[in-house]
């Protein structure tokens, strides 16, 4: 300030005060400076230097669920990716070594899909491609996208170790893999079985729960007869089932029953119409459910009235009678027996389940309880394989397989269409006189993930891992406590139950799956993946032999698993110490989420920088019945504890009205788009200001709310910044702080629990919010509002001055840091801003706060003297609407507060200053009947005045003291002090 006068010779006071100063930017411009802060932390190593900072620091690890490296992220991602960076920051910047190591999924049918994809594009086919030369085109098509991605995430602002990423299909990885694959077949865990497993037409490949969604899909519906055998009293009558897959008629062994339902023998009375011909026949008999049994009848035309119930029909009934198969004749003559099973409802259809063990879970689980006793009984309980790997009937299926007239049906083709299978079965029903009725339903069924197409459930020899089976002590050899049921499945739903889970709620979610889940089928019929790498004899048996395992997995760090499928492989790894003819190399690929399971094991454990188990394990909320879930059992099952101490899931992004996004609607955001007009730290504000324990909403209006958010946020800190830019970085006691800075230094300090506690409840919405609300609420619209003209105008000595000088660096410390995980750009420019010499707030370490600043009693006085203030500001903003005044320092009102405790309080502060008035009244008087109140503040009243006196030419108060100092006849007192005090300091000519 050398230069105090204008051009006419008066004094320029604007020029002696002290107002804000900064080089930081009211516009933010994010899409195009945060590059730049990137390529700057990257020129700086700041990762690498974090890493040498946190040295002896307690562990913090949040193990990244891998993603697919395939395609472009999508919102679900930047979400997820931002969360976990978010954590790995906070506990980084609260005494954690906080390390961040990104993966990918890189095996599997999302790849290999891709590059089949490309193949049918040019005519080629797959099958006639070597092996390896197709699973190296997946690797260089899964290496090109982690490249893609991890730039992407970069962009995002995720700090981590990107320059060594955990990939599936490094070869370290897939050895370890392998590794864990052969703990399981060395336990007795693994083992080649029967089951009906959901199976992909399309990709020709089985799938995991985890790789099926539901969508609308219209089926076929039958209704059949199943022709009652023998000479007792329901001799000649039918067995009613209702079924929506016709083409499963073929594998049927058994229907169920239930004992709790009540059944009846009904007969058709009705006469044949030809005006509404039907295959219900007059004189039938048939049993059925008495609740549905009114609904099969109008199903088969039977018009009302024309049937009768005859009598009951008992479970012991039931449970002792034998049918016939209703396409008997085409070569299904075994007897057909009726099984009590607890899933068969009354609910629809007819109160009899068709079971066909090959083609569902549960008609398997029906079959298999009584399979001894059906053979005692004489019969054949083998499960037939009715349907190959291309959807075609095989020789099991007599009347429609290889050897029926015009070749196999084929239930679905290639392209996911509804195949000739039912229509050809429900062809033969008719011609048996076994068909009832028939019609379509629309219902929810599975479909493939990745192809979006159906599924059916057939039974196909897969390997599976046991869930019930007891493994004794296997895997406890890390200390985990021995109990007595050692089952997988026992050891998981502990495992989850020690676990802690935000929300809550997962936990029971978890729990039921592993509960109610069949054994793993961990074998996929793919080309890229980590093999089943066991051999085994014809009847299924493993060989374990660890000697063969030691060269296989050495052959897999040297060579990756391509080595599995190498010319003279079979010879190589078994030896001269077995006999190559007894046992087959077993070609089935791991099941992906076996890959993801085990990251922990090449990851956690084989990285010195990481450790076992981790703390945190987060992702999408359809995670508990994929990574979260395999991860659970492969831990489970070779080390006898889960691989976390916490599971953390969120949920979907939706668009501004709920709706999935879906290019189709035209409502797709992505994360590109976002960045590219906004920047990446609107989209982390957006992360952080959700509740992403439900799902989430995106869309404009909503990106626009967050921007408005950015905006207060970054005119706040640089309006601290500006100010701060006078600070000499004086202290003054705390005694001796006026009320308003203490009752500052308070909020900090309650603001620090909160924002603590809610990083450790991983709770940012609640850090979030408060600190909005904090910084437009508390400091723009009062206290930086009350203090700026202290601030600006007071005298170089005033320790008002001083102590607001304080407290504002020391909310800038705060909030800075605070903020600084959560929007790590814009708080590194403020703090280098403020710090220059310093190498990045992301080193910093959250603000201790003194005790002594937490003052509950001061902060609810002023709690009071702030609800008084609001109807001052009330009645001054009616007269600034009116343009009866343009400044609040053109007001000089009265104040009636009835409340004496009040009124004490009130007079006490500088009201004047809270209320950023010339002056002020306080009255304890009877407020006149037109004085202005707000009706949530009773007893307080305010009748408007303007000030007289004199406008100070340097703070612009009206006052009475202005000229009362003849060196300074424009200005009040205070200021003439001010004035004085910069000239003596050589900042103010003589």
């Given at each position: ?49 974090l890493r ?52 990918w ?13 490309q ?27 982690v ?52 199976w ?71 006469p ?46 039931l ?87 015009g ?9 996911g ?33 990745r192809s ?56 029971n ?190 869309g ?65 919405k ?46 800038f ?38 005790p ?20 001052v ?15 609040s ?10 409340d ?38 009773a ?52």
């Amino acid at each position: 300030m050398t230069d105090q006068t204008t051009t006419d010779g008066s004094v320029d006071y604007a020029k002696t005060l002290f107002l804000p100063e900064t080089a930081f930017p009211m516009r933010a411009g994010l899409p195009k400076v945060e590059p730049e802060w990137i390529a700057k932390w990257d020129a700086m190593n700041l990762y690498g230097k974090l890493r040498q900072a946190s040295k002896g620091r307690p562990k913090y690890v949040l193990h990244d669920g891998p993603p697919y490296a395939n395609g472009n992220l999508h919102i679900g991602h930047a979400l997820n990716k931002i969360l976990k960076d978010v954590i790995t920051r906070s506990f980084q910047m609260r005494g954690y070594d906080a390390n961040y190591v990104p993966g990918w999924d890189c095996h599997g049918l999302p790849i290999e899909w891709k590059i089949e994809e490309q193949y049918r594009a040019k005519g080629k086919n797959k099958d006639e491609i070597e092996v390896n030369e197709f699973r190296k085109e997946c690797r260089d098509f899964a290496a090109h996208w982690v490249g893609v991605q991890s730039a992407e995430f970069r962009r995002l602002g995720v700090e981590g170790d990107f320059s060594d990423p955990y990939l599936t299909m490094n070869f370290e990885a897939e050895s370890v893999i392998a590794g864990e694959l052969l703990k399981f077949a060395m336990s007795g865990q693994l083992y080649r079985g029967s089951k009906p497993v959901m199976w992909s037409v399309v990709e020709r490949t089985a799938l995991a729960e985890a790789e099926v969604e539901y969508h609308d899909h219209e089926s076929d519906t039958v209704w059949v007869k199943f022709p009652v055998r023998g000479a007792g009293a329901l001799a000649g009558t039918s067995v009613v089932i209702w079924t929506t897959t016709p083409w499963t008629m073929p594998g049927n062994r058994a229907i169920a029953f239930s004992p709790r339902i009540a059944y009846g023998l009904y007969e058709v009375t009705a006469p044949e119409d030809a005006d509404n011909p039907r295959w219900a026949k007059q004189g039938e008999k048939l049993i059925l459910a008495d609740a549905l049994a009114a609904d099969v009848f109008a199903k088969a035309r039977v018009p009302e009235g024309g049937f009768r119930r005859v009598g009951d029909v008992s479970s012991s009934d039931l449970r002792d009678l034998l049918c016939d198969h209703p396409l008997k004749d085409l070569g299904y003559g075994f007897p057909v027996p009726l099984l009590s099973g607890d899933h068969v409802t009354d609910d629809a259809g007819t109160g009899f389940v068709h079971t066909a063990p090959g083609h569902g879970r549960e008609d398997f689980d029906a079959w298999m309880t009584v399979r001894r006793d059906l053979e005692r009984r004489g019969i054949d309980t083998a499960i037939p394989f009715t349907v190959d790997d291309d959807g075609f009937y095989t020789k099991d299926a007599p009347g429609f397989g290889p050897d029926a007239e015009g070749g196999p049906a084929r239930v679905i083709d290639d392209k996911g269409k509804k195949g000739d299978a039912n229509a050809r079965v429900i062809a033969a029903l008719i011609a048996a006189g076994n068909l009832l009725a028939r019609g379509r339903l629309k219902h929810s069924y599975p479909h493939s993930w990745r192809s979006k197409k159906p599924v059916i459930f057939r039974n196909t020899p897969q390997w599976f891992v046991h869930m019930d089976k007891d493994l004794g002590g296997y895997g406890l050899e890390g200390g985990s406590q021995h109990h007595a049921e050692e089952t997988l499945r026992a050891r998981a739903l502990r495992a989850t139950d020690a676990t802690r889970f935000v929300p809550a709620s997962g936990q029971n979610r978890l729990r039921g799956m592993i509960a109610d889940r069949p054994d793993w089928v961990l074998s996929r019929q793919r080309a890229w993946g980590v093999p089943i790498c066991v051999f085994a004899d014809a009847d299924g048996n493993v060989l374990k032999d660890e000697q063969v395992n030691a060269r296989i997995l050495e052959a897999f760090r040297e060579e990756g698993a391509d080595a599995w499928f190498a010319e003279g492989a079979k010879e190589r790894f078994l030896g001269n110490e077995h006999d190559a003819a007894k046992w087959t190399m077993v070609r089935d690929i791991l099941d992906v989420w076996f890959d993801s399971g085990s990251t922990h094991a090449f990851c956690l454990e084989k990285r010195p920088d990481l450790k076992w188990p981790a703390d945190l394990y987060l992702e999408g909320s359809d995670q508990h019945r994929g990574w979260f879930h395999s991860s659970l059992l492969e831990s489970c099952g070779t080390r006898g504890r889960a691989p976390y101490d916490a599971v953390l899931t969120h949920g979907f992004v939706m668009d501004e009205e709920g709706r999935k996004m879906s290019k189709s609607l035209g409502n797709v955001v992505t994360p590109q788009e976002v960045i590219k007009q906004s920047g990446a730290d609107i989209l982390r504000l957006w992360v952080v200001s959700s509740d992403y324990s439900e799902d989430l909403r995106l869309g404009k209006t909503i990106l626009q709310t967050n921007v408005d958010s950015y905006r207060k946020l970054r005119n706040t800190i640089r309006w601290m910044l500006g100010t701060l830019a006078h600070d000499t970085g004086e202290s003054v006691p705390l005694a001796e702080m006026p009320e308003l800075e203490r009752l500052m230094l308070h909020r900090i300090a309650e603001l620090d629990e909160v924002v603590r506690k809610g990083y450790d409840a991983f709770d940012f919405k609640r850090i979030a919010r408060a600190l909005v609300d904090f910084v437009v609420v508390e400091l723009s619209a009062f206290y930086f509002d009350v203090r700026k003209d202290a601030l600006y105008c007071d005298p170089l000595s005033s320790v008002k001055r001083k102590a607001a000088l304080e407290v504002v660096r020391t909310l800038f410390d705060h909030l800075v840091t605070w903020l600084a995980p959560m929007l790590p750009f814009t708080m590194e420019e403020a703090w280098l801003s403020r710090y220059p010499d310093a190498d990045s707030v992301h080193f910093e370490q959250f603000r201790t706060v003194d005790p002594a600043w937490r003052n509950d009693a001061l902060a609810a006085r002023w709690q009071t003297i702030r609800k008084v203030r609001r109807v001052v500001t009330g009645a001054l903003e009616d007269k600034r609407r009116d343009k009866v005044i343009g400044s609040s320092l053109e007001a000089w009102p009265s104040v009636y507060i009835a409340d004496a405790e009040t009124r004490a309080l009130v007079e006490a502060a500088d009201f004047a200053e809270i209320c950023i008035t010339s002056g002020i009244k306080i009255s304890g008087a009877d407020a006149p009947a037109d004085a202005f109140v707000l009706a949530d503040t009773a007893g307080v009243a305010v009748v408007f005045a303007k000030a007289e006196g004199e406008k100070c030419a340097r703070s612009w108060k009206i006052t009475g003291d202005v000229g009362s100092d003849p060196a300074f006849p424009e200005v009040s007192a205070r200021d003439a002090q001010a004035l004085r005090e910069l000239q003596d300091a050589g900042r103010l000519p003589a």
